[in-house]
């Protein structure tokens, strides 16, 4: 049914230790023996353009400025020796935009040069050996019309989700030309929010994974056009080497995790955390010093904690609700919490 296929990656490239992760996994996703178009809001070496079939570069790095309606929640977690730590805020997805841009410009690029199917992948998920030979199967499977026009993949959803409700980014198949007749051509953040309110009707925001859901998949689940149903391509092996520094609040930093949390143990307890994130180099170790200060309203607390490459330190405090409002100061950077309730952060020991 379908016959030229090309890939699609949408990386963003902040230092080497991304850049040398692409490569490596531009390596793998080359067993797949298909052209590969990279597309980049970030500055993209030589070396790695040269590792493609196809670049494109697009200085503008679309974000979210406006305010929407409803949130998903964001609930992140780390696990460590004998406790985890979670966030859970609202999902404002601030790149969202340039992702799902991306997505437009990417899948138009592949159509204009006769490529009849877009295969989705990630620049920041390893792709092992034996879940690249289910993508092969897969991509064999929708060439020949097993998937009319779309196949969406849903990872190992949790079990909050609904089958066949939610489309992860681990890998996505279809149509260029089913794809650019259904999903709206987003140049800015007027396109998206009056697509929201023009043709769904709802300004409740969407995460580009849900905007996938709901102009391409939502629509055409009952005639079977559409495929999301995991065990299709399972991806079992693959894996994120780490995650996005945006993930994490401030006044957290790209090499450590430096917060106060909320202590679920009692709402008078908090645990002041440090988790130094940077590369691992066992040649190098990067000890970094981070300084701390709580100012309430009736006390100062100061501690420092030094944590290598790889390590963590945490201290426990008691602060009562009447000193709230309280400054947070960490190396000089400070954010204000008016109550405990400000405090994106939890302490859950196990």
Not at 166 to 186: A, D, H, Q, R, Y
Not at 226 to 237: A, E, H
Request: aromatic fraction near 16%.
């Amino acid at each position: 049914m379908y016959d030229k296929v090309a890939i699609f990656i949408d990386a963003f490239i902040r230092n080497k230790t991304d850049e040398d992760f692409l490569l490596k996994n531009i390596l793998q996703i080359k067993k797949l023996n298909l052209p590969i178009l990279l597309i980049s809001n970030s500055v993209i070496s030589k070396k790695i353009q040269e590792s493609v079939d196809y670049f494109f570069y697009d200085s503008v790095d679309l974000k979210f400025v406006k305010k929407y309606e409803d949130y998903e929640d964001l609930i992140y977690f780390s696990t460590f020796d004998h406790f985890k730590i979670e966030f859970l805020r609202p999902y404002t997805q601030p790149y969202g935009l340039s992702v799902m841009s991306n997505h437009y410009k990417s899948v138009s690029i592949l159509n204009s040069i006769k490529f009849e199917v877009a295969v989705k992948l990630e620049w920041d998920v390893f792709y092992d050996d034996r879940d690249i030979e289910n993508i092969k199967k897969t991509i064999t499977d929708f060439k020949v019309g097993s998937y009319n026009q779309g196949y969406f993949q849903c990872g190992n959803p949790p079990s909050w989700i609904v089958k066949g409700t939610c489309v992860e980014p681990l890998i996505w198949i279809v149509s260029t030309k089913f794809f650019l007749e259904n999903f709206p051509k987003l140049l800015c953040e007027d396109d998206y929010d009056n697509y929201l309110i023009n043709t769904l009707n709802d300004r409740s925001f969407l995460t580009d994974s849900r905007f996938l859901y709901k102009t391409l998949v939502e629509k055409f689940t009952n005639n079977g056009i559409v495929k999301t149903d995991p065990n299709i391509c399972p991806i079992l092996y693959s894996k994120t080497e780490k995650v996005s520094p945006v993930n994490y609040p401030k006044p957290c930093t790209t090499s450590s995790l430096r917060y106060l949390f909320k202590n679920s143990v009692s709402n008078d307890e908090y645990v002041l955390f440090s988790n130094n994130i940077s590369t691992l180099n066992p040649e190098n170790p990067n000890w970094e010093t981070i300084n701390y200060r709580i100012e309430t309203k009736y006390r100062v607390i100061e501690l420092t904690h030094t944590v290598n490459t790889g390590m963590y330190r945490y201290h426990n405090l008691t602060i009562y609700e009447n000193e709230f409002p309280i400054n947070l100061c960490v190396n000089g950077e400070c954010i204000k919490y008016t109550s405990r309730n400000q405090i994106e952060g939890t302490y859950i020991k196990y």
